[in-house]
């Protein structure tokens, strides 16, 4: 097969913006050039991007913000020492040694905290989903080309080995044409209304938290769905809890995808073909193996590296700014817009509605 880790030159990286094999290999991380990172809020999954940032790639954190420079400072220690600690996002957005401002506040606050950071000039990697809505999405897109800035929502899975090594197999027809995806993510969370999960204001619910991952799965597959369907339960604050949806296609294909905060998950995704199937046990949307299956008895597997993930989405933001790039060529913002479209066409059907839409 195909190693999806054969070295990419960084230098002709905006010629691959056409390429036909996008996707089907991963570039070296260390190649990557070395950028200056500010990290906007000091949460769990803005530590592991940094811990990434700084053990597999050659760029920094130079900066963190928070909401008060003694909390900034306790994620510096951890994750980033010697980065700078700010008390607010003003002030890190201001620092004159922060070349891209990683976004990684709940997705409540996506729009107003990346503004902040257009409106400084600076480059941006928002956490997913990028907003609550596309009509928010777009508004801070629309900003990021006037600014002339480069923007991408930070859906990791993209850029991870196994990732590419499934498009490189389907790529070569080693299980036909991909007829179902079928894909979960779920965990059994005990009720707490203040928590992001189930909080309106932090734009909670299983859906943009959870179901984006198998969502994103399938588009990376199979693109934007012709009809969407759905069910889902609420939880008491409004926000849903329990989802199941299926993408159908023109082309005969489908997609059956389950999220959930009530019930416990495997994280698990089966992509059927043609001509065999290949089954992700767990853990689909981090690095981790999958086993190829064929209809002729033939069987493949594949494991990534263990190591933190982040680090591929850090190292492909690092290219596209240094190839002068404002969009990446493997998570360009139509695909974002068409996902936020078809999350925003799940919540209507389950009637969740945040504070302020």
């Known amino acids: 097969m195909t190693d999806p880790t054969a070295a990419v030159d960084p230098s002709d990286y905006a010629a691959r913006l056409t390429s036909a094999d996008l ?6 991380l260390l190649a990557a050039p070395a950028i200056r990172w500010g990290v906007i809020g000091a949460g769990n999954i803005a530590g592991s991007f940094s811990d990434g940032v700084r053990d597999r790639t050659a760029a920094r954190v130079t900066a963190v913000g928070s909401r008060s420079v003694a909390k900034a400072q306790e994620f510096a220690d951890a994750h980033a020492p010697g980065a ?4 607010s996002y003003e002030d890190l957005v ?3 040694e922060v070349d891209v401002v990683y976004v990684a506040t709940p997705h409540s606050h996506h729009l107003e905290h990346t503004l902040l950071a257009i409106e400084a000039g600076k480059h941006v990697l928002v956490e997913k989903p990028l907003t609550r ?6 508004t801070l ?3 990021a080309r006037d600014a002339g800035v480069f923007c991408m929502e930070a859906v990791w ?3 991870l080995p196994h990732i590419a090594a499934i498009r490189g197999a389907i790529a070569r027809g080693e299980i036909g044409e991909v007829r179902t995806v079928i894909a979960e993510f779920a965990i059994q969370k005990e009720y ?7 909080a309106p204001e932090l734009a909670g619910g299983a859906l943009l938290d959870l179901g984006i991952y198998p969502i994103t799965l399938v588009h990376d597959l199979l693109g934007a769905p012709d009809t969407v369907l759905a069910h889902g339960t609420h939880a008491p604050t409004g926000v849903d809890d329990h989802v199941s949806m299926i993408f159908g296609y023109d082309s005969g294909a489908q997609a059956v995808l389950h999220t959930s905060s009530r019930v416990p998950g495997v994280a698990g995704a089966r992509i059927i073909g043609t001509r065999g199937h290949i089954e992700m046990p767990g853990g689909f949307f981090t690095p981790t193996g999958f086993e190829v299956v064929r209809d002729d008895g033939t069987r493949w597997s594949f494991t990534s590296p263990a190591e933190e993930g982040k680090a591929y989405e850090a190292a492909e933001v690092a290219r596209c700014v240094t190839a002068g ?6 998570m360009p913002w139509s695909d974002t817009l068409e996902v936020m479209g078809m999350l925003d066409d799940v919540r209507a059907t389950l009637g969740v509605v945040y504070p302020g839409e």
């Open 133 to 138: 809505s596309v009509a928010e999405s777009r």
């Open 325 to 330: 790039l404002t969009e990446s060529p493997r």
């Open 192 to 198: 707490d209304p203040t928590h992001r999960l189930f």
């Open 94 to 96: 201001a620092d004159d």
């Open 23 to 28: 996707g089907a290999t991963v570039p070296d």
């Open 141 to 143: 897109l629309d900003a």
């Open 157 to 159: 899975t993209r850029f």
């Open 84 to 87: 700078r600690a700010h008390g």
